[in-house]
């Protein structure tokens, strides 16, 4: 039988807390300052200094605004700062919202072959409501981002900037979603009535148009044909004309991302296996996503050596998870909440993904990091959050927040060991839409 907290339970609760005069100092202290001040370990940043054995020479931070581009701005960077290098073009920037007109447009088009293919399905059926609660936003994963690029090159910044709707992107989520969802239910009611093929394919060929247009109308339309125009650090002038997306990155980036894996340490699967998640592959003939899932410890080795040769490394974490996001800390010792409520509040790290309290939430791109004695004792992290967070835009990882909050990074496969390289010839194993790695 279900019990109700009794009054009896209440009393032994108060006196419980009067038991110890040093409750009612804490109490003033988190309840005037909030749970991170009162809790705040100022002893644990003589450990995260912003000093690393191995860093990337970068420049300034990109800014993805109050949108959810995390995934598409990392993967832009690790081929920026090449680029940079190579063509001596000082914090140069490819267009993140070409990219990303494109995303929700190849987004939209999965969107309605999903629900054609489900359209017998009741609407109450899982994935019916996993397809219909999220029909298009702007998150996403490593595998995407190649897939697009591969698919539709990139363009410098000046060439397709932001707008408010791409560093905005609630307000267009918002309207695309509602027109989906409606999009969706007419697409079922022609499935069902037994309408002809080529009805249902004009339908969803009018809804795709209907979609262009509207995402022309908020990120701009796309270019097809643009010039390359631009004075070097060293003020030599450039110019190359007539350039396709496509034919400048393979002309300017030369990036295969067929080379690179997905590293994944997720303990609340099986390590040692490959897994796909075609619910999120919404390129249909691009790049597939594919978790690697092995152990922790490969993760760094592979990173680092990636590090030592150069290249930055893009990885996907949970920052929500104990970040001092204005000083730019990732450690999980500078917040003490266990000690300032003197209760338990440990998982681990399978603990976490399993019950929901850990995510994939976020991607970044790691450019140094502090080996001593040959562990790696604190990382250099590149945000895409702007200069005015943390330093410069820089954030300081400690080794355990790595150990607890990083799930992924992208290696080229030369950094793996012969283990994984054979793991890569294993079938996949398919993940549900809602996997904790989703």
């Not at 394919?201 to 979609?211: P, T």
């Amino acid at each position: 039988m279900k019990k109700d907290i009794t009054q009896a339970n209440l009393e032994r609760f108060r006196t419980a807390l009067k038991g110890r005069k040093v409750n009612a100092v804490v109490a003033r202290a988190v309840q005037q300052n909030g749970v991170n001040a009162a809790s705040e370990n100022i002893a644990a940043k003589q450990d995260l200094t912003r000093v690393f054995s191995i860093e990337l020479p970068t420049g300034k931070v990109t800014n993805q605004k109050k949108s959810g581009r995390c995934w598409l701005f990392s993967t832009l960077n690790t081929l920026r700062h090449q680029f940079a290098e190579q063509y001596q073009i000082k914090d140069f920037q490819f267009s993140q919202n070409y990219n990303s007109f494109y995303d929700r447009l190849e987004k939209a088009n999965h969107f309605y072959e999903e629900v054609l293919a489900t359209a017998t399905q009741p609407l109450a059926s899982r994935i019916v409501q996993h397809l219909f609660a999220g029909p298009d936003d702007d998150g996403g994963q490593w595998a995407n981002a190649a897939a697009l690029i591969e698919k539709y090159g990139v363009v410098p910044q000046d060439v397709m900037p932001e707008t408010y709707n791409s560093e905005k992107t609630a307000e267009i989520s918002d309207v695309l979603s509602l027109k989906l969802r409606k999009d969706g239910l007419k697409l079922r009611e022609l499935v069902n009535a037994q309408a002809a093929q080529q009805e249902i394919v004009a339908a969803k060929e009018q809804f795709l148009e209907e979609v262009y247009r509207m995402l022309v109308y908020a990120f701009g339309e796309p270019p097809t044909v643009f010039d390359f125009e631009y004075r070097d650090d060293e003020h030599k002038y450039h110019l190359d004309q007539a350039l396709t997306p496509q034919r400048f990155f393979a002309k300017y980036v030369a990036w295969d991302f067929n080379d690179y894996v997905c590293l994944t340490n997720a303990p609340d699967h099986e390590l040692g296996q490959v897994y796909s998640l075609p619910s999120q592959d919404y390129i249909f003939n691009g790049q597939k996503i594919a978790f690697v899932n092995t152990e922790l410890a490969v993760l760094k080795e592979a990173a680092i050596a990636q590090l030592k040769a150069g290249q930055s490394v893009w990885f996907g974490n949970d920052v929500t998870k104990d970040l001092e996001r204005t000083q730019g800390i990732l450690a999980p010792a500078f917040h003490e909440r266990s000690a300032l409520f003197d209760v338990g509040l440990q998982l681990t790290k399978a603990q976490r993904l399993q019950t929901g309290e850990a995510h994939v939430s976020h991607a970044m791109t790691l450019v140094g990091v502090d080996v001593i004695a040959g562990h790696p004792t604190k990382w250099k992290v590149e945000n895409s959050w702007g200069e005015k967070i943390g330093d410069q835009g820089y954030f300081v990882m400690s080794a355990q927040w790595f150990d607890d909050y990083v799930y992924e990074v992208i290696v080229n496969q030369k950094y793996l060991k012969d283990a994984q390289r054979r793991l890569l010839q294993q079938k996949k194993i398919e993940l549900a839409p809602w996997d904790s790695l989703a």
